[in-house]
């Protein structure tokens, strides 16, 4: 039995298995639920196998002393805490996303910021659940989550190696998934250390590993695949100028469709491993080798 491999709705993600393809919509759709369902269309086009949203409790999440602050914004001038609002869909909208996916034949999963978020993605079959990266200390989160009993994937960024193994310990390492992660917006490449991914996998031998990215680009998180990352994300964008903080570290959907395009080439070309010699590999082979050599076995 592989231990290293998760479920994720009906599909599994680990080592052997497709990578997981997930394009982070957050709150890129600024409020608007028809920019998430545009969002989501883009991703489906795409061949992503799912998208995912951020669900905070306002009052929970913002620091009390921020709530009155006010703001600019595309809906004009509003406290803080106003504007958590205006960026957050309640239940009624979310219905409309879920039914939007269905149509779409495309999975969707969140991060939520909050318990109280847990238990209103769970009003929901989501395949999984997101612990992103501010989340990662946050114990009495991890509890609730582990509670759900769903596949957890587990952002990175911003923490130590201490930090990581706490929390794995805290969710139970059964039913988790770890994604290495930089938690700059835009992340510079100096900073990406991809090679992460590789220590993780020895550290975290029976758990899967995945990357979410936050850098401007394509090639880096292809690299990501190629050095086993079993779940990919990346934030995604009706475009990168639109008002946001994450869309100029967000995929536009040309980019998108070009980046799980090459996902899929480079799983294919990683191959199993087992040197062989092809059959296509045998008329160039007669033509062009002098001296046979040792018959193969």
């Known amino acids: 039995m592989n231990t290293r491999l998760r479920t994720l709705g009906s599909k599994t993600a680990g080592p052997g298995q497709s990578v997981y393809i997930t394009g982070e919509i957050g709150i890129n759709h600024n409020g608007d639920l028809d920019n998430a369902f545009a969002l989501i269309d883009v991703a489906a086009e795409a061949g992503c196998d799912a998208v995912k949203f951020q669900k905070r409790t306002p009052e929970i999440c913002t620091p009390r ?4 602050i006010e703001r600019d914004t595309p809906w004009g001038r509003m406290t803080y805490i106003d504007y958590r609002h205006r960026v957050e869909f309640d239940e009624t909208q979310y219905r409309a996303i879920d039914e939007h ?6 999975d969707w999963f969140a991060s939520p910021w909050d318990t109280e978020a847990v238990a209103f993605l769970e009003k929901f079959d989501v395949p999984a659940h997101k612990v992103a990266s501010a989340s990662l200390t946050d114990d009495e989160l991890l509890r609730a989550l582990r509670a759900t009993g769903r596949t957890v994937i ?11 193994r706490h929390a794995v310990e805290v969710l139970g390492s059964a039913n988790i998934l770890l994604c290495h992660a930089t938690s700059t917006y835009p992340a510079k490449a100096e900073e990406l250390n991809l090679r992460v991914i590789q220590t993780l996998q020895e550290e975290y031998p029976n758990v899967p590993i995945g990357y979410s990215g936050h850098e401007t680009g394509l090639q880096t ?13 990346r934030h995604i964008t009706l475009d990168r100028a639109m008002w946001g903080s994450d869309q100029a570290a967000s995929v536009e959907p040309q980019g998108l469709q070009r980046l799980v395009r090459d996902i899929r080439t480079i799983e294919t070309a990683l191959g199993d491993g087992v040197k062989k010699v092809y059959e296509s590999e045998l008329g160039p082979m007669k033509k062009l080798r002098r001296v046979q050599g040792l018959v193969a076995a």
């Open 65 to 68: 002393d921020q709530w009155d």
């Open 221 to 233: 998180t292809l690299a990501a695949v190629a050095l086993g990352a079993a779940f990919v994300e």
């Open 154 to 164: 587990l952002s990175t960024g911003m923490s130590t190696p201490e930090q990581i």
């Open 101 to 106: 996916c269905k149509k779409r034949g495309i």
